[in-house]
């Protein structure tokens, strides 16, 4: 069953204080934190947010290769989500009349 994972960028901004802005990876949280505690410190109100730029898309099964898709967006996340679980909840189906039929043919070449 396919998930999906906020991988969005943090944000760090000061109301009128453009040449404070920062911004940090998905991974980097604690690193965000601590630069808002010394903005904080300066008697600064700052404004940590989670920015809404880039999502991982994670399929993993036993059954089959996992794959990482990323989208720009959570409505693009969801929409590959319900991709891929429609696309791996419905097994193939294949027509019996094709195997059938080349099964009573066979292909003959004469060799002159």
């Known amino acids: 069953m396919p998930s999906i994972e906020n991988r969005s960028h943090f944000k760090v901004t000061v109301k009128h204080r453009d040449d404070l802005t920062k911004t940090f990876p998905h991974n980097r949280s604690k690193q965000a ?7 904080e410190a ?7 947010l989670r920015m809404d730029d880039q999502y991982a898309v994670r399929d993993r099964s036993v ?6 898709l990323i989208a720009k967006s959570m409505v693009e996340a969801e929409l590959i989500k319900s991709h891929l679980e429609n696309e791996h909840g419905s097994p193939l189906i294949f027509a019996p009349s094709s ?11 004469s060799v002159n």
């Open 99 to 109: 195997y059938t039929v080349s099964a009573h043919f066979t292909i003959s070449v």
């Open 33 to 39: 934190e601590d630069y808002v505690r010394s903005l």
């Open 63 to 68: 059954s089959r290769v996992g794959q990482t």
């Open 42 to 48: 300066q008697k600064l109100k700052p404004k940590l």
